[in-house]
């Protein structure tokens, strides 16, 4: 929790791994508010768009969560438009314009070997299906437990026991034993376990 925080003002100034002068960014190279017309016009079909909104808690949780500089990626589908994946429409293709904004970083990159034609057949079958909510949702379990190794960090841990010890005051008050702590605890050995097996096996 303490982490967590520290990281949030981190991010709600710009400072610290979100600044632009922490080399381990690669999104200090990207341009705030909006892409300019000629980076837009160099653009291919397949051409990847990172972004961060530095006004979005969900934006923050993303990148906190999987210890990366960016929240969204969305592919550049010609003529100024984009196809990407969000709550509630799903797969869509948008003006590229939905990603800009005052608080918006973004990063173009070029993808080397993008077939225009192969990314038409490509979108025409994905635009239009539902977001995965629950992909998200297995993944941001799988990283905080520790099963997602490369994501995982000891700051989840610790703020994990941080958390669990303000929940178990009453248990430990009125039972005089912890419930929470345990199962925080519980939880990332399990993912450990599952880690080391993992390596053993490799």
Known sequence: MIFALWDLANFAKRRGRYARSNQDNPMRLGWDERLPD????LLSKGDILLTANF???GSWAI???T???ASHVAMYAGDRKICHAVPGPGSTIEPIEALFGPDSRILA????GADPKKFDAWAAQNVGQPYGYMLVLAKALGITSGRLWPY???EFFLDAVAIALLLDIPALLFFGTPIFLWFAVACNSLGLSLRTLALQSA
């Open 38 to 41: 000629h980076v837009v016009e």
């Open 55 to 57: 006004r979005s808690l």
């Open 63 to 65: 990148m906190y969560g």
């Open 67 to 69: 210890s990366t500089f």
């Open 109 to 112: 990159a070029k993808f080397e």
């Open 152 to 154: 995982y960090r000891l």
